[in-house]
């Protein structure tokens, strides 16, 4: 457990602001708040970009606050909120540097990204264990569920343990057996106690402090809480650091946020190659069932390649009615010759409703083997809506999220100038996103979009120009509006033609650019699946030579 303590980030601090300054200046979606609203003050700094708080609306339900970088051995104490996309990649939702170490600034700090986040409480939060922390979470968060980084508690048990390590080869698989493979409470305790009896560390300070709050890690005691993870054993990857391999030991002030774009555009990146793969291609299917068939037009590529597996494991994993009473009944599913390891399955056939004793859809939000066993045996053909999360399928982004957020838009005319222009670009980002998929769909969004712009251009024409005159963000900076709209009511018609046309002309070359650069990502793309299946036949013509 951590003791409050301050840090500085000498004169690179000067070097932060400016970028923060800078980049809510270009875009009044930016959010950044410092603690105690005085730059001078040695506070702890937050932003958000409008990418970050746009993807927290569509995957806000588990996020994790990744405090790696705030220890001794890294030079810059970032820290960093973020979360899982739709293709189970992460996706950010904030940054901060945490240069005061104190419960009060940890509840700032929270408070404030909340506040960014238009107020929305996940469903679950992943931090370090840190006394500090669990505090201020227990305070901002009240209703979420609260659960400490599972391999930060491996690796500090190896760093405390080391004589146990070194002497007992042994040890690290059985502990990280009992943690991650255990399924159920007494299974984990029954393992728990054999381990520190069979190792003689029954008296060991470190291992009796963690199992003092297994409830708060220990996979076995957290799967009633959704946390997006698609493997119940997990390997660090799911939950892992967006900025890994970005920012380390070495990293300064001054580099930090060139490396922070980085970050961001190399994750973006990574979504769009998922995104194409998800729309352009079609997995191959396992089964005659329909319900794979549903799922692989449903799902993005990853989360059907882990539904695909479950429904296959179906085959081997029987389902066995052991009570019945009407519409509800109980089935024992288990593996062939593993009849010690089922599960209790229950079944409401009026309302197709299905619980399972792994819960693994609560976990992870994908229905468990054991479900689809018991829907094979009763005939259920299709998913039913009730087990599938909009967040795991392709059309996660889709809806307005403006409408679901309408009535909190507040009165005030400077907060209200800011929700139009963050709901507008929001809409916007979705409509670029949805019409750069085909030239066919290209051409009908210009289109419209061209429309759009005329009957915007005609109602200002008309005199309904801007009537706020300042954006405002967070840590007490004001922005004004842009020249252009502050004045438009006072240009001419003339004046007003004039910078139509310029803009659209503008607007114009740009789409072309975008357009170019869309042909030559699809050219990159085509010849990464090209190169991709002339592997393939390599490598399938190599097995056949093995066999052979």
């Known amino acids: 457990m951590s003791a409050g303590r301050q840090r500085t980030l000498g004169g690179g601090g000067q070097h932060i602001l400016d970028y923060l300054k800078r980049m809510q200046a270009e875009n009044p979606a930016f959010y950044y708040a410092i603690q105690g609203d005085n730059e001078n003050a040695g506070g702890n700094i937050f932003w958000a970009d409008a990418a970050a708080r746009i993807n927290y609306t569509y995957f806000g339900d588990t996020v994790m606050f990744d405090t790696t970088y705030r220890t001794n051995r890294y ?5 960093s909120f973020t979360g899982l996309n739709h293709h189970g990649q992460p996706v950010l939702f904030g940054c901060a540097l945490i240069l005061n170490e104190s419960e009060s600034s940890f ?14 409480h996940p469903i679950s939060i992943t931090t370090d264990p840190d006394q500090l922390i669990q505090v201020a979470v227990s305070q ?5 569920r ?20 070194e002497s007992h080869p042994t040890f690290e698989a059985e502990f ?18 054999s381990l520190l009896e069979r190792y003689v560390v029954l008296d060991n300070e470190w291992l009796q402090s963690i199992y003092n709050v297994r409830q708060q890690w220990v996979p076995v005691y957290m799967r009633n809480t959704f946390f997006g993870e698609l493997s119940m054993v997990g390997v660090n990857g799911d939950l892992s650091s967006f900025f890994e391999g970005h920012v380390n030991a070495s990293t300064t002030v001054q580099m930090l946020i060139k490396q922070y774009e980085k970050a961001i555009a190399n994750w973006h990146e990574k979504e769009l190659k998922a995104d194409y793969d998800t729309s352009n291609t079609m997995p191959v299917l396992r089964t005659p069932s329909p319900m794979e068939k549903q799922a692989a037009n449903l799902y993005t590529r990853r989360i059907f390649m882990k539904f695909q597996e479950e429904l296959v494991e179906t085959l081997a994993n029987p389902a066995t009615k052991i009570e019945d009473l009407g519409t509800l009944s109980t089935y024992r599913v288990a593996k062939f010759g593993e009849v010690h390891k089922a599960h209790s399955v229950s079944f409401n056939s009026s309302e197709v409703k299905a619980s399972c004793s792994c819960q693994m859809f609560d976990y992870s939000g994908i229905i468990c083997r054991h479900i689809l066993a018991v829907f094979r045996a009763k005939n259920v053909l299709t998913l039913p809506p009730q087990y599938v999360l909009k967040r795991w399928t392709r059309n996660a982004k889709s809806g307005a999220v403006v ?24 809409e916007a980002i979705k409509y670029v996103e949805e019409g750069a998929k085909s030239i066919h769909i290209y051409h009908v969004a ?10 915007v251009a005609a109602l200002k024409n008309q005199g309904f120009g801007t009537q706020d005159g300042t954006l405002m963000n967070g840590g007490n900076s004001e922005i004004n509006a ?14 007003k033609e004039k910078k139509i046309h310029e803009l659209t002309a503008e607007l114009e070359s740009i789409n072309q650019r975008c357009e170019v650069y869309r042909s030559n990502l699809l050219a990159v793309l085509r010849d990464m699946e090209e190169e991709k299946l002339k592997l393939s036949v390599k490598v399938q013509s190599a097995r056949l030579s093995l066999k052979e």
């Open 482 to 495: 842009p020249e252009n709209i502050q004045t438009a009511s006072y240009q001419s018609a003339d004046e």
């Open 146 to 165: 609260l659960r400490f980084n599972k391999w930060g508690i491996f690796s500090e048990t190896q760093k405390k343990l080391t004589h146990i390590y």
């Open 176 to 193: 990280k057996k009992c943690i991650n493979e255990t399924e159920t409470v007494d299974e984990f305790e029954t393992f728990w106690a």
């Open 140 to 144: 901002v968060f009240p209703g979420t």
């Open 446 to 455: 210009m289109d419209a979009l061209q429309e759009a712009t005329k009957k």
């Open 75 to 79: 030079r810059v104490p970032f820290a």
């Open 403 to 426: 409408e679901e957020h309408a009535s909190e838009m507040p009165n005030n005319s400077q907060d209200s100038l800011t929700v139009r222009y963050n709901n507008l670009r929001q």
């Open 107 to 120: 509840a700032w700090l929270f408070q404030t990204w909340l506040h960014a986040m238009s107020g929305r």
